[in-house]
């Protein structure tokens, strides 16, 4: 099961490289310095997740763990790596697609607060190893909006990558969300993390910008998740934009129609 997943993911990694090379060979010659650290960025960030995975799985393949706890955390890793591919992989397929003006939404009635229910589910694991608790604050009655899961799904996850990313010294993470009058719905991402200072608060979401270099540097990243959880929330007709949270901290708003 672990080698199906590897050669799927390494499939869509390579179909995904490939209209990424096609993306890159219509952009000007002025961006070609930027194209250069783009394409170096992005294949470091598929990289260390598949080292991780082809280790791990190397490992239990050889019987070299032979504690069954050490085990089952091994496996968990492997899952959780193969799921950051998969995040990846989506972000520069849509990426691709919304610079093509080829991205196509899937739009459906749904309870928006049981999809974010189960998205912070999945993910709370996860954010809790990077030092954060989730914490949902979700209404007990349903949020029926008609939009395309997936997209809102890629928007929410990119939101929450980046507070485990730039945010795990602020402890906690929220996702609340809220049914407004109009039929519309507000998810607001809210850490405790250093927040994001007025002058930067439009640029993060331009493709490429990074509010400190050095500091993203070593973190890893493209510079695209914001600028493509923008241009996805437009295109589901409706905003994301980034508030100081009083008290410290970013404050993600997602709305939605
Ligand atoms: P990347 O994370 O790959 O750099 P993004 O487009 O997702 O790209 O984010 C752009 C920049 O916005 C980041 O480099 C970081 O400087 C800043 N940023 C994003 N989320 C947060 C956050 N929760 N707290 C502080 N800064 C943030």
């Given at each position: 099961?672990?080698?199906?997943?590897?050669?799927?993911?390494?499939?869509?990694?390579?179909?995904?490289?490939?209209?990424?090379?096609?993306w890159?060979?219509?952009?000007?010659?002025?961006?070609?310095?930027?194209?250069?650290?783009?394409?170096?960025?992005?294949s470091?960030?598929?990289?260390?997740?598949?080292?991780?995975?082809?280790?791990?799985?190397?490992?239990?393949?050889?019987?070299?763990?032979?504690?069954?706890?050490?085990?089952?955390?091994?496996?968990?890793?492997?899952?959780?790596?193969?799921?950051?591919?998969?995040?990846?992989?989506?972000?520069?397929?849509?990426?691709?697609?919304?610079?093509?003006?080829?991205?196509?939404?899937?739009r459906?009635?749904?309870?928006?607060?049981?999809?974010?229910?189960?998205?912070?589910?999945?993910?709370?694991?996860r954010?809790?190893?990077?030092?954060?608790t989730?914490?949902?604050?979700?209404?007990?009655?349903?949020?029926?909006?008609?939009?395309?899961?997936?997209?809102?799904?890629?928007?929410?996850?990119?939101?929450?990558?980046?507070?485990?990313?730039?945010?795990?010294?602020?402890?906690?993470?929220?996702?609340?969300?809220?049914?407004?009058a109009?039929?519309?719905?507000?998810?607001?991402?809210?850490?405790?993390?250093?927040?994001?200072?007025?002058?930067?608060?439009?640029?993060?979401?331009?493709?490429?910008?990074?509010?400190?270099?050095?500091?993203?540097?070593?973190?890893?990243?493209?510079?695209?998740?914001l600028?493509?959880?923008?241009?996805?929330?437009?295109?589901l007709?409706?905003?994301?934009?980034?508030?100081?949270?009083?008290?410290?901290?970013?404050v993600?708003?997602?709305t939605?129609?």
């Amino acid at each position: 099961a672990v080698g199906a997943s590897l050669a799927a993911v390494l499939l869509l990694a390579i179909l995904t490289s490939g209209s990424l090379l096609l993306w890159q060979a219509r952009r000007s010659e002025a961006e070609a310095a930027q194209k250069t650290s783009f394409v170096a960025n992005v294949s470091h960030e598929f990289k260390t997740p598949l080292t991780t995975i082809r280790l791990y799985s190397e490992l239990l393949e050889q019987g070299r763990v032979a504690d069954a706890e050490k085990q089952g955390e091994y496996l968990r890793t492997i899952g959780r790596e193969t799921q950051r591919l998969a995040r990846l992989v989506n972000n520069a397929l849509d990426f691709s697609r919304l610079e093509q003006g080829k991205k196509q939404f899937q739009r459906e009635r749904c309870d928006l607060g049981a999809e974010l229910g189960r998205l912070m589910d999945v993910h709370a694991p996860r954010v809790a190893e990077s030092g954060m608790t989730l914490r949902g604050s979700l209404p007990e009655k349903p949020v029926m909006v008609t939009t395309d899961r997936d997209a809102v799904e890629q928007i929410v996850l990119n939101l929450v990558d980046n507070a485990c990313k730039y945010a795990s010294d602020g402890r906690e993470l929220s996702v609340a969300l809220v049914g407004r009058a109009d039929g519309g719905a507000e998810v607001r991402v809210s850490d405790r993390g250093p927040g994001v200072p007025v002058s930067e608060r439009e640029r993060i979401f331009e493709k490429f910008h990074r509010v400190d270099q050095t500091l993203t540097a070593e973190k890893g990243g493209t510079g695209l998740g914001l600028s493509i959880a923008r241009q996805l929330a437009r295109g589901l007709g409706g905003e994301l934009r980034c508030e100081a949270r009083p008290g410290g901290g970013a404050v993600f708003v997602l709305t939605l129609p």
